[in-house]
């Protein structure tokens, strides 16, 4: 049981550059998020989905765009990186815990891309 | 809107003592889920503590314990015999249910930076 695994762990991009941020979970989670970290702040939402084919816009989409083809992938897609898109970007799944009566998140471990 | 709010940029507490790290929050629902996360320096985000908005007792989860007065809409962390290794950024985050469907988005604070202090 891994987890929630984000791919890669550090990336350096060129100003107008494509790339993929990688994420999965094993847990089969419905719930994705995708977040951003600016220095000296707190998470803001992306994009999130609730299952496998619906995704949905969050608090900062701009710049960004996802898919959810299957219950345990979900990419997020830079076009065009610029310099306001470096950060720190955690990916999460969310489930109901039965034992707790609680919502629970689990985080991945980070992507932290430099755009320059 | 929902939001979260941390007053203290940064904190300093001393080895063995206890620590309260401020969170208020405002919201209009009468269900949601408050929840601090440690961040340390690794850039991790670790969960702590969860307390549900009709709980009625505090929640405590070993030494952290969250002392929740709904009244005045806070949800301080309290982390009892600090330890060296408590050194991180602590986030008190908020279940939205305006994004994320109906197990929700969480809304983070700006974070506190802990350290302790041998």
């Known amino acids: 049981n891994a987890g929630v695994t984000q791919t890669p762990k550090f990336r350096i991009l060129k100003i107008g550059q494509s790339m993929t941020l990688q994420c999965a979970q094993d847990?089969?989670?419905?719930?994705m998020y995708w977040y951003r970290q600016d220095p000296g702040m707190g998470l803001k939402l992306i994009y999130y989905s609730v299952g496998a084919g619906i995704t949905d816009k969050g608090e900062v989409p701009n710049g960004y765009n996802v898919s959810r083809s299957t219950t345990e992938d979900f990419p997020l897609r830079l076009e065009l990186a610029a310099p306001s898109q470096t950060s720190v970007y955690f990916c999460?799944?969310?489930?109901?815990?039965?034992?707790?009566?609680?919502?629970?998140?689990?985080f991945g471990s980070g992507t932290r891309l430099t755009v320059v | 809107a929902q939001k979260i709010t941390q007053t203290q940029p940064g904190m300093f507490v001393q080895e063995k003592e206890a620590v309260t790290l401020d969170c208020t929050y405002d919201?209009?629902?009468?269900?949601?889920?408050l929840f601090w996360y440690k961040q340390p320096s690794s850039g991790e985000m670790i969960f702590l503590i969860y307390q549900g908005s009709y709980d009625e007792q505090n929640a405590t989860e070993g030494r952290y314990s969250l002392n929740f007065q709904k009244a005045r809409k806070s949800a301080n962390l309290v982390i009892s015999a600090s330890q060296l290794g408590d050194s991180a950024m602590y986030f008190c985050a908020m279940r939205e249910v305006s994004y994320g469907g109906s197990q929700g988005n969480l809304i983070f604070g700006k974070g506190t930076k802990l350290s302790v202090k041998p």
């Open positions: 919201t209009s629902d009468q269900s949601y889920g």
């Open positions: 999460a799944s969310s489930y109901w815990d039965t034992q707790t009566n609680n919502y629970g998140y689990t």
């Open positions: 847990m089969n989670h419905n719930y």
